[in-house]
């Protein structure tokens, strides 16, 4: 399932991406998953899939580069990943999320330790039982006054962040 194609060495990450409702986050998700080498995106719930004109402006031909699948039931994709060895983390500011930048460490991830990130919707994040699902809650820290980001912007920290604590 992991086969990593690129020049150096990252760790293999995989996308979920949960009832995302605006097709141009879809498609920045796609660009942001072809930056960082990400092995495979989920697109799970009413997320919308290519090919569309929206997903596309904002991929910029990311979407037909990044290996990506269709599923309905993200617990059960979850469940699945488990089942091969990934730790899966949602990507989610609750209480008793921890820092991204904190967490690889501590959930045992090295190089080789495949890692999935559950992405949730602009408005009502990931659903409890998705949540439950996960294995733990990452969040990024924020200082300001504002405690969110955009779910296409903070795919790009969070990449950035994994990638550079396990790569």
Request: zero cysteines; glycine letters at 10%; charged letters at 25%.
């Given at each position: 399932?992991?086969?990593?194609t690129t020049?150096?060495?990252?760790?293999?990450?995989?996308?979920?991406?949960?009832?995302?409702r605006?097709?141009?986050?879809?498609?920045?998700?796609?660009?942001?998953?072809?930056?960082?080498?990400v092995?495979?995106?989920?697109?799970?719930?009413?997320?919308?899939t290519?090919p569309?004109?929206?997903?596309?402006?904002?991929?910029?031909?990311s979407?037909?580069?990044v290996v990506?699948?269709?599923r309905?039931?993200a617990?059960a994709?979850?469940?699945?990943?488990?089942?091969?060895?990934?730790?899966v983390?949602a990507?989610?500011?609750?209480?008793?999320a921890?820092?991204i930048?904190?967490?690889?460490?501590?959930?045992?991830?090295?190089?080789?330790?495949?890692?999935?990130?559950?992405?949730?919707n602009?408005?009502?994040?990931i659903?409890?039982?998705?949540l439950?699902?996960c294995?733990?809650?990452?969040?990024?820290?924020?200082?300001?006054?504002?405690?969110?980001?955009n779910?296409?912007v903070?795919?790009?920290?969070?990449?950035?962040a994994?990638?550079?604590?396990?790569?």
């Open positions: 399932m992991f086969l990593r020049h150096y060495p990252l760790p293999p990450v995989v996308l979920i991406a949960h009832d995302i605006s097709l141009h986050n879809v498609g920045s998700i796609f660009r942001s998953a072809d930056a960082f080498g092995e495979k995106l989920y697109l799970t719930g009413y997320t919308g290519p569309r004109k929206e997903i596309a402006k904002t991929a910029l031909g979407q037909d580069r990506w699948e269709r309905d039931d617990v994709l979850i469940s699945e990943l488990k089942k091969q060895g990934v730790n983390l990507l989610d500011n609750r209480e008793g921890v820092d930048s904190s967490v690889i460490a501590r959930s045992g991830a090295t190089k080789q330790s495949p890692v999935a990130l559950v992405l949730g602009e408005v009502d994040g659903p409890s039982a998705v439950a699902a294995d733990g809650t990452v969040e990024i820290p924020l200082p300001g006054h504002k405690r969110s980001l779910v296409a903070a795919t790009g920290i969070a990449l950035f994994l990638t550079r604590k396990m790569g």
